[in-house]
Every structure is written in C-alpha cells, then in structure tokens.
C-alpha cells in the first residue's frame, strides 16, 4: 500500500512537471529549439551563434541575451519567446496580450526588452561595428498564433532563419567576426547558477522603481 502511494505520489510530480513546467523550464525548451534550428540550416562559415550570454550595464543591472548570431551580413540579437495560444500585440505597446483557455495574460513587449539588448551591444561594440548592421529579432516557439499583425522581425518558429538569411550584403570579414565574438565573451559575465540569479535579483529591484 505505502509503495502504491509512493508510485502515485511521483506520477503526480512527473505530470505536474512535464505538463506544467516553470517560465524558466519552459524558457530554455524555447532556446534550445531556436538552437537546434540555428544548427540545423546556419552554415558555421558564416555564421557563429552566442547563446545565453549575460552583460553588466551598471553596478546595479544586468541584460541576459538570449541568442546573438555573428555573421558576415551582421549581428543578429534574438529573443526568444515560448508561448501558446493566440498572441496579441504591436511594435509600440508596453504590454503584449497571450490568450489561453478563455484567460488573457500580460507579458512584456519583446521589441522593447529586445531594444535594450541591442543598445548593450551597440555599447559593448562600439569601435567594432555599425548600429545599422545591428538587427533585432523575436522568435516565438510553440503552438501560439498571432491575432494581430506583426512587424518583419517578429516570427514563429524556423521562420526566423529566412528572415536572417534575407541579409545578403556582407558587412564584415571574418577576421572581424572573431573579434566581435572574442569581445563578447569577454564582456559577458560567467554562466552559472550564481549568474542568473543575481539577474533575475537586479531585475526584481529595476521593475520595482
């Protein structure tokens, strides 16, 4: 008897977590699909991809960037998001809308979270490469649907490499491709757990202001 509720117990728990994980389990599920694609049908010749690099803007703020893409026709800085149901949205609203299951949900704009990832960038690379080489891209992974119509740069999944691969003119040498990857790793903090909470930490006390 005492097994079979054990059994139960950790069904229970198994379920609880594959069938409602957390924002962040459900986060890295995204990244690691935007990845796989990136992999998949980005040539390494042209192509570098950074994933989860986090950046010090001041003593008391962090900006986590999900994806960078180092290429010959520029740099491309991805969020990503995973969501499901019907997404609600525009280019200048704070506030974007996920509707599931008859409930609506706020989340913030990615365009705007995105823009501050570009201006780090813009910061951190500043003797190295143009803003206007500099592209901004959100990708939403999952079974989510726009409702509302989405700038160019906002797509669903794998979408995104067309859009990455309709910059043909090159930007850059390779040579400069290194050295914009060699100043971003120096620049970005250690991954480790201890990391990524002191963000979410810096976060909490910025969005309390």
């Known amino acids: 008897m005492l097994l079979l509720i054990l059994f139960l117990i950790i069904a229970v728990l198994l379920a609880v977590f594959v069938f409602n994980p957390s924002a962040k389990t459900k986060g890295k599920r995204g990244e690691k699909r935007v990845i796989a694609h990136a992999e998949k049908h980005l040539d390494e010749k042209n192509y570098t991809i950074l994933n989860n690099y986090t950046f010090k803007i001041n003593e008391q703020l962090t900006t986590q960037i999900d994806h960078i893409v180092v290429s010959r026709f520029g740099v491309f800085v991805i969020e990503t998001k995973n969501y499901q149901g019907w997404i609600f949205g525009n280019e200048h609203q704070k506030m974007w809308t ?32 143009e803003p206007e080489d500099l592209h901004s891209v959100v990708v939403f992974v999952g079974e989510s649907t726009f409702k ?6 906002v797509l669903q999944g794998q979408a995104w ?17 290194q050295r914009i990857c060699n100043t971003l790793e120096k620049q970005a903090l250690a991954k480790s757990r201890k990391t990524d909470v002191e963000h979410v930490r810096n976060l909490k006390k910025y969005h309390s202001k």
Request: glycine residues 0%; hydrophobic residues 35%.
């Open 161 to 177: 490499i067309n859009y990455v691969k309709s910059f043909h003119e090159e930007v850059m040498s390779a040579v400069k491709m």
């Open 98 to 129: 996920q509707k599931l299951y008859q409930k609506s949900y706020q989340f913030q704009n990615p365009l705007h979270q995105n823009y501050r990832h570009i201006k780090t960038l813009q910061h951190l690379l500043s003797d190295v490469i």
């Open 148 to 153: 509302t119509a989405m700038p160019n740069n």
